[in-house]
Nanobody, 120 residues
Protein backbone atom coordinates (compact mmCIF):
# COMPACT_ATOMS: atom_id res chain seq x y z
CA UNK A 1 0.00 0.00 0.00
CA UNK A 2 1.11 3.54 -0.75
CA UNK A 3 0.47 6.30 1.75
CA UNK A 4 0.22 9.91 0.57
CA UNK A 5 0.48 12.90 2.88
CA UNK A 6 -0.25 16.43 1.70
CA UNK A 7 1.19 19.50 3.37
CA UNK A 8 1.73 23.18 2.70
CA UNK A 9 -1.82 24.45 2.81
CA UNK A 10 -2.81 27.55 4.68
CA UNK A 11 -4.37 30.98 4.48
CA UNK A 12 -3.19 33.36 1.80
CA UNK A 13 -4.48 36.59 0.32
CA UNK A 14 -5.68 36.77 -3.25
CA UNK A 15 -2.74 37.13 -5.60
CA UNK A 16 -0.44 35.24 -3.28
CA UNK A 17 1.31 31.91 -3.68
CA UNK A 18 1.54 28.58 -1.92
CA UNK A 19 3.46 25.38 -2.53
CA UNK A 20 1.78 22.12 -1.70
CA UNK A 21 3.72 18.91 -1.19
CA UNK A 22 2.60 15.31 -1.56
CA UNK A 23 4.94 12.86 0.13
CA UNK A 24 4.60 9.20 -0.80
CA UNK A 25 5.66 6.26 1.29
CA UNK A 26 4.99 2.56 1.37
CA UNK A 27 6.06 -0.59 -0.36
CA UNK A 28 5.75 0.72 -3.93
CA UNK A 29 6.38 3.92 -5.84
CA UNK A 30 3.64 6.44 -6.49
CA UNK A 31 4.06 6.51 -10.28
CA UNK A 32 1.75 8.98 -12.03
CA UNK A 33 0.30 11.49 -9.58
CA UNK A 34 -2.43 14.08 -9.69
CA UNK A 35 -3.79 16.90 -7.59
CA UNK A 36 -7.50 17.36 -6.98
CA UNK A 37 -9.48 19.82 -4.94
CA UNK A 38 -12.88 19.95 -3.32
CA UNK A 39 -14.62 23.09 -2.12
CA UNK A 40 -17.39 22.93 0.49
CA UNK A 41 -20.59 21.63 -1.03
CA UNK A 42 -18.97 20.94 -4.39
CA UNK A 43 -17.68 17.87 -6.17
CA UNK A 44 -14.03 16.99 -6.25
CA UNK A 45 -12.33 18.31 -9.38
CA UNK A 46 -9.11 17.61 -11.20
CA UNK A 47 -6.34 20.19 -10.90
CA UNK A 48 -3.11 18.82 -12.39
CA UNK A 49 -1.24 15.59 -13.05
CA UNK A 50 2.33 14.53 -13.73
CA UNK A 51 3.79 11.32 -15.12
CA UNK A 52 6.17 9.18 -13.11
CA UNK A 53 9.28 10.57 -14.76
CA UNK A 54 7.87 14.09 -15.04
CA UNK A 55 7.85 14.15 -18.83
CA UNK A 56 4.11 14.70 -19.15
CA UNK A 57 1.89 17.13 -17.30
CA UNK A 58 -1.75 18.06 -17.54
CA UNK A 59 -3.69 20.98 -16.06
CA UNK A 60 -7.28 21.98 -15.60
CA UNK A 61 -8.21 25.03 -17.65
CA UNK A 62 -8.98 26.94 -14.47
CA UNK A 63 -5.39 26.72 -13.21
CA UNK A 64 -3.29 26.52 -16.37
CA UNK A 65 -0.68 29.26 -16.37
CA UNK A 66 -1.01 29.81 -12.63
CA UNK A 67 -0.21 26.39 -11.14
CA UNK A 68 2.80 24.19 -11.83
CA UNK A 69 3.10 20.54 -10.93
CA UNK A 70 6.54 19.01 -10.46
CA UNK A 71 8.17 16.10 -8.69
CA UNK A 72 11.37 15.05 -7.01
CA UNK A 73 11.53 11.29 -7.32
CA UNK A 74 14.63 11.05 -5.14
CA UNK A 75 12.48 12.37 -2.30
CA UNK A 76 9.20 10.80 -3.43
CA UNK A 77 7.52 14.19 -3.33
CA UNK A 78 5.16 15.78 -5.83
CA UNK A 79 4.69 19.52 -5.63
CA UNK A 80 1.96 21.89 -6.68
CA UNK A 81 3.18 25.47 -6.99
CA UNK A 82 0.19 27.78 -6.90
CA UNK A 83 0.59 31.38 -8.01
CA UNK A 84 -1.85 34.25 -8.48
CA UNK A 85 -4.29 32.57 -6.15
CA UNK A 86 -7.95 33.50 -6.32
CA UNK A 87 -10.72 33.10 -3.74
CA UNK A 88 -12.27 30.44 -5.97
CA UNK A 89 -9.14 28.34 -5.43
CA UNK A 90 -10.24 27.84 -1.83
CA UNK A 91 -10.66 24.11 -1.27
CA UNK A 92 -9.21 21.03 0.32
CA UNK A 93 -6.45 19.83 -1.97
CA UNK A 94 -5.77 16.12 -2.35
CA UNK A 95 -3.03 14.24 -4.11
CA UNK A 96 -3.65 10.87 -5.67
CA UNK A 97 -1.33 8.36 -7.31
CA UNK A 98 -1.50 5.32 -9.52
CA UNK A 99 -0.26 1.91 -8.48
CA UNK A 100 0.90 1.19 -12.04
CA UNK A 101 2.96 2.90 -14.70
CA UNK A 102 1.23 4.59 -17.60
CA UNK A 103 -0.28 7.80 -18.88
CA UNK A 104 -2.70 9.17 -18.06
CA UNK A 105 -2.42 7.92 -14.50
CA UNK A 106 -5.07 6.11 -12.59
CA UNK A 107 -5.83 7.21 -9.07
CA UNK A 108 -5.59 4.29 -6.70
CA UNK A 109 -4.19 5.99 -3.61
CA UNK A 110 -5.40 9.22 -2.01
CA UNK A 111 -4.07 11.49 0.68
CA UNK A 112 -6.06 13.05 3.49
CA UNK A 113 -6.03 16.54 2.02
CA UNK A 114 -4.68 19.94 3.00
CA UNK A 115 -6.78 23.08 3.32
CA UNK A 116 -6.07 26.07 1.11
CA UNK A 117 -7.98 29.25 1.90
CA UNK A 118 -7.63 32.34 -0.28
CA UNK A 119 -9.04 35.53 1.15
CA UNK A 120 -10.24 38.46 -0.91
Amino acid sequence: QVQLVESGGGLVQAGGSLRLSCAASGRTGSYGTGWFRQAPGKEREFVAAISQAGGYTSYADSVRGRFTISRDNAKNIVYLHMNSLKPEDTAVYYCASSRTLGWPPGYDYWGQGTQVTVSS
